[in-house]
Nanobody, 126 residues
Framework: QVQLVESGGGLVQAGGSLRLSCAASGRTFSSLAMGWFRQAPGKEREFVSAISRGGLRSSYVDSVKGRFTISRDNAKNTLYLQMNSLRPEDTAVYYC???????????????????WGQGTQVTVSS
């Protein structure tokens, strides 16, 4: 079982930046493909970004392309999401997720992940 702990959320004005972190334990981090999802009030959880276990491939939902950057530090067992030019519609609880998988794959469906963090709140004011 993989334990995931997110941090870095908070309140920021539109146009601002935040960096989310997700610390992983319980399994070799480099063996895990990772992803970020978010859920806004009254909405379903949606995919935000994913990265392959080797870090060579990444994917993003169209609404965050050019603004968010996913990265990982396998030596620190940590996943990151750098969020720039934040908008009020980015307000949500952000979750990191982990799954075993081939090195060169990213996973965009929440059903593909079997380990989830508790989430961190991101609020963007207009």
């Amino acid at each position: 079982q993989v334990q995931l702990v997110e941090s870095g959320g908070g309140l920021v004005q539109a146009g601002g930046s935040l960096r989310l972190s997700c610390a992983a334990s319980g399994r070799t981090f480099s063996s895990l493909a990772m992803g970020w999802f978010r859920q806004a009030p009254g909405k379903e959880r949606e995919f935000v970004s994913a990265i392959s276990r080797g870090g060579l491939r990444s994917s993003y939902v169209d609404s965050v392309k050019g603004r968010f950057t996913i990265s990982r530090d396998n030596a620190k067992n940590t996943l990151y999401l750098q969020m720039n030019s934040l908008r009020p519609e980015d307000t949500a609880v952000y979750y990191c997720a982990a799954t075993g998988g081939p090195s060169f794959s990213t996973y965009t469906g929440d059903y593909e992940y079997d380990n989830w963090g508790q989430g961190t709140q991101v609020t963007v004011s207009s």
